[in-house]
């Protein structure tokens, strides 16, 4: 989930100039998504002005075995994201009692975003935050969903994503996505009728860093006792060890 | 079979003349703070105190020499150096040096000029080389482009990188120069350091 950080970073440093909205979401067969909620300038000048990002840890019954316990992967993220001034990780996902779908997951963080503004707005306050130039604005919020440019060609895989749960992600809510290696970008969305035709709501960010660093290779690197020192963040290896996690069961 | 006791970084001297490098300083505070958590690498300033800039060989000279002062001034004391990772606890064998670096190290080595014939041959002879694989470098390539390496293959080692990345030192300065964050590409101590020091800023007119 750390390589994820870094493609969200990168995001932040190119797209800014030019504007949109970034959220980010993991493949659905790995262990965090991440959404990214922002607000858009009234001066249609096209830009948006990230306020927030979400990272939310799938839910245990989704199913991956060599996920830890959503606990486990909750307090990890938090421990990465200590020093983030404007990422943060979200339990509900992982805290309901069954696997959410994807676009379940963004209507519930959309509705929490525009309860929070109206109980803003009805206080006479605006949504703190230390990149907002202009105090007040009144376009609605946007929430998007960042994720690496392979989401796109799961879109593809025969029953994994229900078509109208794709269509309400690219027309309501909208993707960006981060470029990853071995993975073309346009081919996917040529290739889908629903993605060309929201194409104007699918921003590609280019990553400034390319690096193969996954969190399953990460997980591989642990089960085989190997070092991950310098792929993730100290606390977080800590906090593996401690646990006992991403380790063969002993018979 | 080796087994890895220490490791060290050796910050260049200034007057290497490298201009987009911060003083070396600040450059071995630097990687002291990234080095804080390594149980067995350690930063050393002694080439960059020096009055000018020293050749490649010559570090790895000093620094196998005080290598074995230490094992000296060890044995003389009747105990072992101490590591975590030796299992047998004494050993007869001499310690061995070797320069790290990576494979695009071995292809600067074809450029008239830069490297001393006679430094080479020692480096690959008496110390050895550990090359870690680099995208867009051909390890095999290199070695068999020059005789000296070809000779001394048995002493150069290829390490292959398990998750290749293309962050570089140089793309780190040019986003700070950019005003770009950095953020997850180095440690926050680094980043705090370089914003309290005001490195890699555009000098302002």
């Not at 830009?47 to 927030?52: A, D, G, P, R």
């Not at 696997?99 to 379940?104: L, N, R």
């Not at 525009?114 to 006479?124: F, H, M, P, V, Y």
Request: include cysteine; proline fraction near 3%; charged fraction near 25%.
């Amino acid at each position: 989930m750390f390589d994820l950080e870094q493609r969200f970073l990168s995001t932040e440093r190119i797209e800014l100039s030019s504007l949109h909205f970034i959220i980010y979401h993991s493949h659905p067969h790995s262990s965090s998504n991440i959404s990214l909620k922002t607000s858009k300038w009234t001066q249609n000048k096209g830009m948006y002005q990230v306020i927030e990002g979400i990272i939310s840890p799938v839910n245990d019954n989704y199913g991956k075995k060599e996920l830890a316990a959503a606990k486990h992967r909750v307090a990890m993220v938090r421990l990465a994201l200590q020093t983030s001034s404007w990422i943060r990780v979200d339990q509900w996902e992982s805290e309901q009692k069954e696997w959410i779908e994807t676009v379940k997951v963004l209507r519930h963080h959309y509705s929490e975003l525009l309860r929070k503004e109206a109980t803003n707005s009805n206080a006479g306050s605006e949504i703190p935050t230390e990149d907002i130039a202009t105090p007040a604005y009144t376009a609605a919020p946007e929430l998007k969903l960042l994720c690496g440019a392979d989401i796109l060609k799961t879109f593809q895989t025969p029953n994994l994503w229900k078509d109208e749960h794709i269509q309400e992600i690219v027309e309501k809510f909208g993707l960006v996505c981060v470029s990853r290696a071995g993975h073309d970008f346009q081919q996917y969305i040529s290739e889908s009728a629903i993605l060309t035709h929201y194409q104007h709501n699918i921003h590609l960010v280019k990553n400034v860093v390319q690096s193969d660093l996954s969190a399953t290779y990460v997980r591989q690197a642990l089960y085989q006792g190997q070092s991950v020192k310098y792929l993730i963040p100290d606390s977080v290896i800590s906090y593996i060890k401690d646990h006992d996690l991403y380790r063969e069961e002993r018979k």
